[in-house]
């Protein structure tokens, strides 16, 4: 390693003591009543800034550790794999004989949801080693059909001609099925989301952080081709907003969400995670404008954050917001106006967004595909990452876990706690499967368990 490797690593260390010194020193001081309250805020800026430095440096430390380059190359090459295997999947040499799996593009609901039955879709297929048929007439984007604005997910197998059709799940193996929504499965084969595939997971955790969400990119990145007419829309309308680095990313869904699936939150809330970004970055360069992009159902969300927030630049376009906002939301324009936003938003170095909204989750995933690991690239106010329908999402325990309130639950290392969610105050909320116990569980005593499951590995594809 480099000396510059070396000296920062030191850094890292001595700082993250430095930090316990500090706080210590002033709580100390506070319980015996040395300092005033009002204080508080200032020593909860300075650990801040403590803190986003010693993050800052660890950023920079993956940067000189020598393996960027490889790091880059790896994630390319993976993802070339995958995309090569989906093609040979979807382009079967004898369509007529080909196993298929047929799935209907009729669910009642947002174009993020729509995209991630899709998703569920496509990973069956994989999975099963079926091709995939989209049937989208009477889409509700476009009643023409998904083929009108996307290239179509195969080149050379479209249908499954007078095929007999059976509803999956069947008492035996049928040539051609079609799937139900994912949220009706009551037996849900393990390779649902968030398992990834057994041949390919050792070679993604080594560059990524979240190689659910990757693999579920993927997928994403093979169906969301659009054609030349509505690549041009978009391209259009990305023109008119000097996009430019560094900026952030916003998802603010509102509208029919708030009050039914999620909670209202305030401009503020999101700015707070904005602000804390460009300090960060402030850190280690020069920021001329603090740019946001700004997506919202909303329509006046922007101005909004315009006449508070007067020292950051946004961008955004209200009459996308405006579409999106009125009935007319499942409309060819309100589609144009939603893939704008949504490459906007995976273009951003960073995103605040709430992951309770497909909209916001795809804009990650969406993410995920554009780097080479967008793990640590979010804040997302309230849940944290999902697959709508996924098998259970588990933490393993890293050490043992004794309460210290009848609030929180004890664990040993080693033991599996399905996971409700993270507090974002340190705590998380989850049910040891051991005990069956729920409560309040120490964040940082786990870690991800990620699950793999040995998918066909397609070992033809590159032929
Ligand atoms: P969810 O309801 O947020 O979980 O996501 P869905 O995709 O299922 O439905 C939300 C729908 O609202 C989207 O498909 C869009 O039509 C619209 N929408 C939500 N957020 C935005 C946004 O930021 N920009 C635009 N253009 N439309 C949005």
Redesign the pocket.
Known sequence: PSEEYENLRRRVFSNTKEIWYFINHELTKLKKGDIKIEKLTDILEQVEHRKSFILSDQQKLQELDGYQDWRQQEAANVSDLVQKRLKYLQNPSNCRDARKVICNLNKG?????QLHHIVYCLIFAYATERTLILNSKGWRYNTKGWEYVFYPISESCLTAYDDKVIQWPANYDPKVVSLPFIDSISQKPKFLPLAIPTDLAHRIVRFNGDPSSWWIGQMLKYVLKPKPAMQKAINETIAKMHFMRPIVGV?I?RTD?VGT?AAFHSIDEYMVHVKQYYDQLELTQHVDVRRVYL???DANVLGDARSKYPDYEFLGDPS??K??ATHR??TPV?LT??LV?LHMLAMSDYIVCTF????GRVAYEMMQTNRVDASDSFYSLDDIYYFGGQNAHNRRAIMNHTPRSNQEIAFQAGDLIGVAGNHWNGFGRGTNKRTNMNGLIPWYKTADHLVLYPFPEYKHANE
């Open positions: 609901c947002g174009f993020g949801c998802h869904r969400k699936e997506a919202s159902d996308i917001a579409t999106a939301r499942y309100s106006g939603l936003d309770s909204s497909q909209v």
